[in-house]
């Protein structure tokens, strides 16, 4: 059975920084991009970051400059570093895999066909 465990959330004042992690379970994913999306309440799920196997990475503009994702693929384990947050970035952060094997970051959720259960991440003003 595959899984994807987040940890790592909580509660933070506004400037400080949370670091997330991902592991994954059941098969392994090195060869599959992994990515973290974020969902905030009444609003719909949105893309964050996304890592392949090789490192390259890709960000959402609302992020880039204090988040940092990074993973082990020797683990299958990945990471989300969140500094300098913002209480726009209070939502539910989920963990999740393309479906696919591929080299291509895709930043719509529906390409992504393992999520983890989610961790709260909210951040106080």
């Known amino acids: 059975q595959v899984q994807l465990v987040e940890s790592g959330g909580g509660l933070v004042q506004a400037g400080g920084s949370l670091r997330l992690s991902c592991a994954a379970s059941?098969?392994?994913?090195?060869?599959?991009?992994m990515g973290w999306f974020r969902q905030a309440p009444g609003s719909e799920r949105e893309f964050v970051a996304a890592?392949?196997?090789?490192?390259?990475?890709k960000y959402s503009d609302s992020v880039k400059g204090r988040f940092t994702i990074s993973r082990d693929n020797a683990k299958n384990t990945v990471h989300l570093q969140m500094n300098s947050l913002k209480p726009d970035d209070t939502a539910v952060y989920y963990c999740?895999?393309?479906?696919?094997?591929?080299?291509?970051?895709?930043?719509?959720?529906?390409?992504?066909?393992?999520w983890g259960q989610g961790t709260q991440v909210t951040v106080s003003s």
């Open positions: 999740a895999a393309d479906g696919t094997a591929t080299v291509i970051v895709r930043v719509a959720a529906r390409y992504y066909g393992y």
């Open positions: 890592i392949t196997w090789s490192g390259n990475s």
């Open positions: 059941g098969r392994a994913f090195s060869d599959h991009v």
